[in-house]
């Protein structure tokens, strides 16, 4: 139990469906981060929050959608993937952006059809 | 371009033949290092933090070296449990996590 908790755990979609991932951390922390991991890649930093901005959008699709309505809770929305997005899609908070390390959730497996 | 390399790929031991993990890096300036031990299908866990060259941390079987240009991580007879990925990330200053690729170690009983 690392205080992130990531839902759902498996997630198969189509392309033309609209889901999202759940992030919820019960650190006290006050950065959010969705890192997504593909096969023999390196994990890829997508979207950073820092007290509920988003203060990094490192060139992401648009069919990837951040929200984070509090600094407790994280959301990605998803709609019109790809078959390529296919991928482990983790989340991970820390004290601070400039500080720490990041602690990450169990992930979410997104598969696209 | 901050940069980080790990070797080898892939590494298959067996039980108790001790072993020793690297993690190169090339960063402007350095905030910090990161180990982290990754399970298949699930979420890195959190192994070290290193903050300057000569710096030494231990957990169990397990001890992280640091150098100005790379780290290791020192695996001393391991169990089969010690199975997994282990990912090296590097904090730059002004600039987010740079992971490297991870070195996925098999220990065989």
């Known amino acids: 139990e690392t205080g992130v908790t990531q839902t759902p755990r498996h997630l198969v979609m189509g392309m033309t469906n609209k889901k999202s991932l759940k992030c919820e951390q019960h650190?006290?922390?006050?950065?959010m981060y969705w890192y997504k991991q593909s096969a023999k890649k390196p994990l890829e930093l997508m979207f950073v929050?820092?007290?509920?901005?988003?203060?990094e959008n490192n060139s992401v699709p648009s069919r990837f959608s951040p929200e984070c309505p509090n600094s407790s809770h994280l959301f990605l929305h998803l709609h019109t993937l790809q078959p390529e997005d296919s991928a482990l899609y983790l989340c991970a908070s820390s004290q601070g952006t400039a500080t720490g390390e990041l602690f990450f959730g169990e992930g979410s497996r997104l598969t696209v059809l | 371009e901050d940069q980080v390399t790990q070797s080898p790929e892939a590494l298959r031991l067996q039980e108790g033949e001790s072993s020793s993990l690297n993690c190169s890096y090339t960063?402007?300036?350095?905030?910090?290092l990161f180990w982290y031990r990754q399970d298949p299908g699930k979420g890195p866990e959190f192994l070290f933090t290193l903050y300057s060259a000569g710096e030494e941390k231990e957990k169990e079987r397990l001890k992280a070296t640091l150098t100005k240009k790379e780290s290791f991580l020192h695996i001393t007879a391991p169990k089969p449990e010690d199975s997994a990925t282990y990912l090296c990330?590097?904090?730059?200053?002004?600039?987010?996590?740079?992971f490297g690729p991870g070195t996925r170690l098999s220990v065989l009983p």
């Open positions: 929050y820092s007290l509920e901005e988003r203060v």
């Open positions: 650190l006290g922390h006050n950065a």
């Open positions: 990330a590097v904090d730059p200053y002004g600039q987010n996590f740079v």
């Open positions: 960063v402007s300036g350095l905030r910090g």
